[in-house]
């Protein structure tokens, strides 16, 4: 579970959004009364993203010149005192004319401090952005004075300045990018030479090699190293887990080697829903196991200590697996044609395995606690499979106290009108689901859907008991509000083409919002990261790709956005196909806006672009493509020059070993060697070059080396931990790109139809966990539908076809589909409904239009470039 999508689904019920969408006016999310206050004369108030930034002007009323980077101050704050603190350093930095930003809402408060958040931003309240090492050390004295005994969480990526709430850090004021040594445009400072390179925000306190850590901060450096663990009692041996509130970490007991678990929390952070930190949080585990003691179910308690001002829990450790980890091993689904026998074998052992879970429960709620997170991760069982125990009692109340949920995974959080005992048998009602179809986080979109997951699994696992799955959609939608919805005609099956095609489209288009500069559809979080609006795997561009290859009518509206947005696009956007400025350019060209799309190419030439990564995704391979296709298409020789230095540079790279074994480098379409191999093809089919497609060959042959073949004979790309089926990431997409060149190098069909044919199996498994191109099963639809290797590929197809609607929902009375984590519906093209509109488009209509860009369907008559 992605723990970043959380805090995105606070702010609506349908979509992912940014925190600070929360209304100002809402009496529920108010602003500081100092963030209600006039922009002083001579200054500049902006807001961005969860920041109001002050800003002195000059007189000529743009921004007074000042560093572009330098020491900047946080100050760190609580939900309590954050007001107050706001209020003091207003009123310090505003006579001196020192420019300084702050979270303008507690709400925003609470969220940068909630025990997901980042753990790099963790507790920066206010920035201020001081002239020089002079005045740092200034204000470092004087705020510090006015700010003594105000407490704060600690910010782990900075320097204290002794024992208040001020910390330091060097880094950029003004926005500059860089190209990094992974070839992604990354924030950026100037080194001691002038040169550009990446501002590391990592959650640890580091200095430049470049820069001094200044005089007066020395004392504060000794004293961040005082604090050791080599006086206690515990050896660390490993961490298995980190969050904003503090980590995990396996050890053990050196006065009589047991193994044990030690907990750690650090105060002010790590906030739960009800506000309490994470050492208040680790205080409730410790009474609540000491409560449990002897049950039998839970770890028994060892020990309790403080070291710094970060509390320890100490205990057992338990041996056994945790339940989410079976999934991959035992469920029957996870191959093309499942085995009867296994599949009983399989609804047995979850119905027992549920059973020892509510007695486990029961033991719980009988010494008078509530679990508050019970969910597959929580749930330990023991070696011989024979008992289980709960972990994670941090969210854990006395059952008298009739509590609302504060902490819970997504797949498992009750609804508002469950309190005390009822949200654990909320929980245990939605572990009978998620033990099957382990999708249940669309129910934090709509619990009505948990009757359609039961009538699959009925279907899928004719041996569990009905009673078993009626019990628990009635608990999951008990005292569910009907909700006025359209005619069920104008819901559709994804197989009923033209419909479902005209009710995505008509879903997409309500949900834009031309009046936003961020983002033109929802999508996925990855949006509202710097340019991901526009884009084409997450933004407004793949969107409008997919409706014109679809053939839905253009939405001219959108067009005029995306050109809006890119005249000049923003600062920091990404250069590639799929992450950033070519994407958009690739897109643009198609649907007739030449111009614009020379324009943000021109852009992108001026950028240090030899030095991006080589994959497709945001690197050479995409950027490539782009540059040979608007060379086809309008004649100019500099692009043509480009695109061939593109792909000379990676017949270069490609001619020296991997820097990286096999199960450690990424493999697939998007970030793996198959990008590259692709438009060494396209290339090769532009130019006829000599060298590029046996430069193609050897790329595809180091992402095969990546993958493994199962027992089923499913070909995926094996990262040691996991294996990928998948079109972005997984075997999928290789395949897309080993069917190309198969056709190229005939030798190839049978070296590699064997491989092919694995890739083919590995598409075809009953159940993907998500419905999305690049990792679910409407990449598995694509690919099957333009596949040329040998077989009838027609029931597998339709099969898959049929499994997309097991994730089918509705969004105003329309067919759309949740995005990445499926904690929200999504729009864009990456991870949700258009993306599932192109694949559907591309196996239903059999459209030659819906194919992803570079990837035209198999057969179609080539001429040089023109596989767009």
Request: include cysteine; proline fraction near 7%.
């Amino acid at each position: 579970m992605d723990k970043r999508y959380e805090v995105y689904a606070l702010a609506d019920r349908h979509f992912y959004e940014t925190p600070d969408r929360f209304s100002a006016a809402d009496e529920q999310t108010p602003l500081f009364e100092t963030a209600r206050r006039a922009v002083p004369e001579g200054w500049d108030a902006a807001r961005t993203g969860d920041w109001l930034a002050l800003t002195p002007l000059g007189t000529d009323g743009a921004p007074a010149p000042g560093p572009a980077q330098g020491w900047k101050i946080h100050a760190s704050a609580t939900r309590a005192n954050a007001a107050q603190i706001a209020e003091i350093v207003w009123e310090y930095c505003v006579p001196r004319r020192i420019p300084f930003k702050f979270v303008p809402g507690p709400h925003l408060v609470h969220l940068r401090n909630a025990k997901y958040a980042p753990r790099g931003g963790s507790g920066k309240f206010v920035t201020l952005y001081p002239a020089d090492e002079d005045q740092l050390h200034l204000v470092l004295r004087e705020l510090g004075d006015l700010l003594k005994g105000f407490e704060g969480p600690y910010i782990l990526s900075d320097l204290r300045w002794e024992d208040g709430p001020l910390y330091v850090r060097y880094g950029a004021f003004a926005r500059s990018f860089v190209v990094d040594e992974r070839g992604s445009l990354v924030p950026a400072v100037r080194d001691g030479a002038g040169r550009l390179v990446p501002d590391l925000r990592t959650p640890a306190f580091q200095v430049p090699e470049w820069v001094t850590l200044p005089d007066f901060l020395q004392p504060q450096l000794a004293a961040r190293n005082t604090t050791t663990v080599g006086e206690l009692p515990y050896r660390i041996d490993k961490a298995l887990h980190f969050s904003n509130g503090g980590g995990v970490y396996v050890g053990t007991d050196t006065r009589d080697g047991r193994r044990v678990v030690l907990k750690e929390a650090r105060p002010h952070a790590g906030l739960a829903a009800d506000g309490a930190d994470a050492v208040a949080r680790l205080r409730r585990e410790r009474d609540a196991l000491e409560r449990l003691s002897g049950t039998g179910v839970v770890p028994e308690v060892r020990d309790w200590f403080t070291l710094g001002d970060h509390s320890f829990l100490v205990m057992d450790f338990l041996e056994g697996r945790t339940l989410n980890s079976f999934f991959a091993e035992r469920h029957p689904l996870l191959t093309a044609d499942p085995d009867p026998a296994a599949v009983a074998d399989y609804a047995a052992w979850a119905v027992r395995v549920h059973g020892l879970v509510e007695r486990a429960v029961r033991a719980v709620h009988e010494r008078g606690i509530v679990f508050h997170d019970l969910q597959v991760f929580n749930i330990m069982v023991a070696p011989d499979e024979e008992s289980v125990f709960l972990v994670d009692f941090e969210a854990a109340a006395p059952a008298a106290e009739q509590g609302r949920q504060v902490v819970a995974h997504p797949g498992f959080f009750a609804p508002a009108d469950r309190t005390g005992l009822d949200v654990d048998r909320y929980a245990l009602a939605c572990l009978r689901l998620a033990l099957f179809l382990p999708v249940t986080t669309l129910f934090v979109v709509d619990r009505g859907k948990a009757a359609h997951l039961a009538e699959v699994i009925a279907g899928q696992f004719p041996d569990v008991p009905r009673r078993f799955l009626d019990e628990a959609v009635a608990e999951i939608t008990r005292d569910v509000t009907p909700r006025p919805s359209a005619p069920a005609s104008t819901f559709v099956e994804p197989g009923d083409w033209p419909h479902s095609r005209d009710s995505m489209v008509k879903g997409i288009l309500a949900s834009a919002t031309p009046e936003r500069t961020d983002r033109l559809f929802p999508g996925d979080i990855a949006q509202f990261s710097d340019g991901g609006g526009l884009g084409l795997a997450y933004g407004a561009a793949g969107v409008l790709y997919a409706l014109d290859a679809v053939g839905a009518d253009r939405y001219e509206e959108g067009e005029r956005w995306l050109l809006a947005r890119t005249a000049p696009p923003p600062a920091g956007t990404p250069l590639g196909l799929y992450d950033g400025l070519a994407g958009v350019a690739h897109v643009l060209n198609r649907l007739g806006h030449r111009q614009r799309a020379l324009d943000l190419m021109d852009a992108v030439l001026k950028e240090r672009w030899q030095n991006l990564s080589s994959d497709l995704r945001g690197g050479l391979a995409g950027l490539g493509l782009v540059l040979g296709e608007l060379a086809r298409t309008t004649g100019e020789p500099e692009l043509a020059e480009r695109a061939t230095e593109a792909a000379a540079l990676l017949v270069q790279r490609l001619s020296e070993p991997p820097a990286q074994a096999p199960r450690e480098r990424r493999a697939g379409l998007l970030r793996g060697a198959s990008g590259p191999a692709l438009f060494l093809l396209r290339e090769y089919e532009r130019t006829g070059g000599d060298g590029l497609l046996a430069a193609a060959g050897v790329a595809l042959r180091r992402d095969l080396e990546c993958c493994a073949t199962g027992e089923s004979g499913a070909v995926e790309v094996h990262e040691g931990w996991r294996t990928l089926p998948y079109l972005g990431d997984g075997s999928a997409g290789i395949g897309m790109v080993l069917d190309d060149y198969a056709g190229h190098v005939p030798d190839a069909a049978a070296e590699f139809e064997a491989v092919r044919a694995g890739m083919v199996t590995a598409a075809s498994s009953r159940f993907y966990a998500q419905p999305g191109l690049f990792q679910g099963r409407a990449g598995m639809i694509l690919h099957l539908a333009r596949t040329s290797t040998p077989g009838d590929h027609a029931q597998r197809l339709a099969g898959q076809i049929a499994g997309l609607g097991w994730l089918a929902m509705s969004y105003e009375g329309q067919l759309a589909f949740p995005g990445q984590q499926m904690m929200r519906l999504s729009m864009d093209l990456g991870t949700g409904t258009a993306g599932c509109l192109l694949a559907l488009g591309a196996a239903v209509d059999r459209r030659e239009s819906a194919h992803l860009p570079f990837l035209p369907p198999l057969g179609r008559p080539t001429e040089r470039g023109s596989a767009t």
